[in-house]
């Protein structure tokens, strides 16, 4: 297999790039580009030490740099790996893997590391995909659920029912085999129990997945209302910034503003976006139609309303507007009265938080409606979780088999037809884990990767 080399540090300048090499070439390639201080090839240092030195590129010295080694099979890949850490330049970091390049090696395709991570058994395929999870996580429960599924959650669950199943169909061909022999530990009570303990677990996967989604990708939030209400206000407190533009003249946000901001561990998509209310104002139309659209698109919408105000028809307007919705009413400026008249608001929100964006009273009420209104309040982050739509059609695919197994089983079908469906939900979990997985959904999954990863 060929070395492959590319700068594995993002693309922007930073305090330190690195650029990864790997395959059996990877140390020849690396001493060849790289001279130390002390005169020691990287050849000759033991895995996981350091060299310092510089890059290099035939006579021509790229910068200063630091050599690390990893052996064959403890690294990343399972490969002789090292990196080169020099300046996080970006022409430098150029520079560095143009000579590495140079010396032999071969630009590395999106991915590549962590397929031949996979590919050398360093990882599963769940693992492997849950790596551009970890690297895009933007909140402390996306980590989480990418970091457990890194090291091996998923993989874990997904293997107990798979070997449970397996166990059973080697049973179930040893009984085919020498039907006169007992065989004491195949009952169908046994294999019913196994079936439905499979069931459930897959179930409970596929139940969660709605909910885990939301955690990993975040939640497009839209906060609507009337002109005025403290639209901007409140997204200025869940962000943390003055970016929306605060005054008192209404119907001054004339556009969207998105920013995204993490409430309680969730990642919120926040778009401000113009008032909702009935306009002459061509430009401010334009505003008021794109912010119909955006509630309309909306996972989360946050209709605010002034508790200072009585509800006008523009208000009016905005609760038919959030019906069917998953939405949150939201009273404002409750540092301005003491009593406000709810009714007509409960009648149409599962939700009502009472807050002031001004003084910041009532964020954590917010925050607990947002969650509970989610359904991620309760979420077990350290569970299996599935984390994209592939590894969901897979736990489908073999949900689906093993009702069939169940079905044919009570209804007193050949132990044969029970067998074809075993072996067809245990074929979907290989395919999930990746150990039966074709070259071209492999192929698929590592396409979607950043280069360097
Ligand atoms: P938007 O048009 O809905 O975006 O409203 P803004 O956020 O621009 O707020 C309009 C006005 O209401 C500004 O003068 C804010 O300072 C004020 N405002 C916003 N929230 C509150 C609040 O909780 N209490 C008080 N007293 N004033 C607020």
Redesign the pocket.
């Known amino acids: 297999m060929s070395t492959i080399a590319a700068v594995s540090t993002g693309m922007a300048a930073g305090g330190i790039g690195i650029v990864r090499i790997s395959g059996e070439n990877a140390i020849k390639i690396a001493d060849s580009i790289f001279s130390s201080v002390s005169g020691r090839k990287i050849a000759d240092i033991s895995g996981y030490c350091a060299l310092y030195g510089k890059a290099v590129d035939g006579e021509t010295v790229l910068d200063t740099a630091v050599a690390l080694l990893f052996r064959a099979p403890k690294s990343y890949t399972g490969e002789d790996v090292v990196e080169i850490s020099c300046h996080g330049g970006l022409y430098i970091t150029k520079r560095v893997l143009r000579a590495a390049l140079s010396a032999g090696a071969v630009p590395a395709e999106p991915g590549e590391f962590t397929k031949r991570a996979f590919l050398n058994g360093k990882m599963d395929l769940t693992g492997a995909e849950s790596v551009m999870n970890l690297i895009s996580a933007q909140g402390e429960e996306a980590e989480k659920i990418a970091l457990g599924i890194l090291e091996g959650g998923l993989f874990k669950e997904i293997k107990k029912i798979s070997d449970k199943l397996l166990y059973d169909m080697a049973l179930l061909s040893a009984w085919v085999d020498y039907p006169y022999e007992e065989i004491d530990e195949l009952s169908s009570e046994n294999l019913g129990g196994d079936i439905r303990n499979g069931i459930e677990s897959l179930g409970k996967l596929i139940n969660n997945y709605d909910t885990g989604r939301i955690i990993i990708e975040g939640v497009d939030t839209a906060i609507v209302?009337r002109?005025?209400?403290?639209?901007?206000?409140?997204m200025n407190l869940l962000s943390g910034t003055d970016r929306?533009i605060?005054?008192?003249i209404?119907g001054?946000?004339r556009d969207i503003v998105e920013d995204t901001v993490t409430l309680d561990g969730i990642v919120l998509h926040l778009s401000?976006t113009a008032?909702v209310r009935e306009t002459d104002d061509a430009v401010e139309s334009i505003g008021v139609e794109r912010a119909v659209k955006r509630l309309e698109n909306a996972q989360l919408v946050l209709a605010?309303f002034d508790a200072s105000r009585p509800l006008s028809d523009d208000d009016r307007r905005l609760i038919a507007l959030c019906k069917n919705k998953n939405a949150i009413g939201i009273i404002?400026?409750?540092?301005?009265v003491e009593n406000y008249l709810t009714d007509e608001l409960k009648e149409n929100f599962r939700k009502l938080v009472f807050?002031?964006?001004?003084?910041g009273d009532g964020k954590d009420r917010l925050e607990q409606a947002v969650t509970e209104l989610l359904g991620t309040g309760n979420f077990d982050t350290s569970a299996a979780t599935l984390i994209n739509e592939r590894q969901l059609e897979c736990c489908k695919n073999a949900l689906k088999a093993l009702n069939e197994a169940e079905e044919a089983l009570n209804i007193g079908l050949t132990m044969d037809a029970v067998t074809v469906c075993l072996d067809s939900a245990v074929e979907s979990l290989l395919v999930l884990t990746g150990e039966k997985a074709t070259d071209s959904v492999v192929n698929e999954i590592f396409a979607h990767f950043c280069v360097g990863k």
């Open positions: 209302g002109p005025n209400v403290g639209k901007s206000t409140l929306s605060v005054t008192e209404a001054t946000t401000d008032g605010v404002n400026k409750t540092d301005l807050i002031s964006a001004k003084t």
